[in-house]
């Protein structure tokens, strides 16, 4: 689930929607984690802005123009954010995925101060998709293996990662959770799943006019 990371030591009015960005408050504070004409994480970032702001899983023109309006507002750090990079302060507000975030805040052990926030709109869920390959030399420990990582324990196990498993809803209404992991994970409900083939769309439009619609040259820090 895409999230912002916030480091509340330099930025203390923790923003929770996509619309809030956009407030002056937060010039030269915010950043994508990757290259939006490259990186998957960040294109799916401006997917994510695009269901936020008037689109939808069949259009992602919206989030060409959100960023467009975040880099004129001058908000947007054409920096690719990292732990790092939010730790010290030089990017206080990162886009990034859910366990990404989580597991910085177990990094950063209270210093700096920060918090993860899951957007009101816009809830967009990224899939990681396992499969067994036709030449395993061994198929059978295959499948074996795919059985333990469906199991509630291996379901468990992604979570203490903070990963969001296939069946956590169905693990949550058993109560099978255990109450640590429940406190740690986010309420991520509304959380939309695109198909391929959207995905596949929005990213060839993203990445083809990142630079005629909004012009940031995102690049790895110096």
Not at 14 to 35: E, I, M
Not at 45 to 66: E, H, I, K
Not at 118 to 135: C, K, N
Not at 137 to 155: C, I, T, V
Request: charged share 20%.
């Amino acid at each position: 689930m895409l999230a912002f990371l916030v480091n509340t030591d330099v930025q203390p009015e923790v923003p929770q929607d996509w619309a809030d960005l956009l407030d002056p408050k937060y010039n030269g504070q915010v950043a994508l984690s990757g290259d939006p004409r490259t990186s998957n994480q960040a294109i799916q970032s401006v997917f994510a802005a695009s269901l936020a702001n008037g689109g939808s899983l069949d259009d992602a023109q919206p989030g060409l123009d959100y960023f467009a309006d975040l880099n004129a507002a001058g908000n947007l750090v054409p920096l690719i954010a990292n732990n790092g990079l939010v730790a010290t302060g030089e990017i206080p507000v990162r886009i990034t995925w859910d366990y990404n975030a989580l597991s910085a805040i177990d990094t950063f052990e209270g210093n700096p101060k920060a918090e993860v926030v899951i957007p009101e709109s816009g809830r967009f869920a990224g899939v990681y998709v396992q499969a067994i390959s036709a030449y395993a030399p061994h198929p059978n420990a295959a499948k074996l293996w795919m059985e333990f990582l469906y199991s509630d324990e291996g379901q468990t196990i992604w979570m203490k990662g903070y990963c969001h498993p296939i069946r956590e809803e169905d693990m949550r209404a058993r109560g099978v959770i255990p109450d640590d992991l429940l406190a740690k994970l986010p309420d991520v409900s509304g959380a939309v799943f695109p198909t391929l083939d959207q995905l596949n769309a929005a990213s060839e439009l993203i990445t083809t006019n990142w630079d005629s619609a909004v012009g940031a040259d995102v690049k790895a820090a110096p």
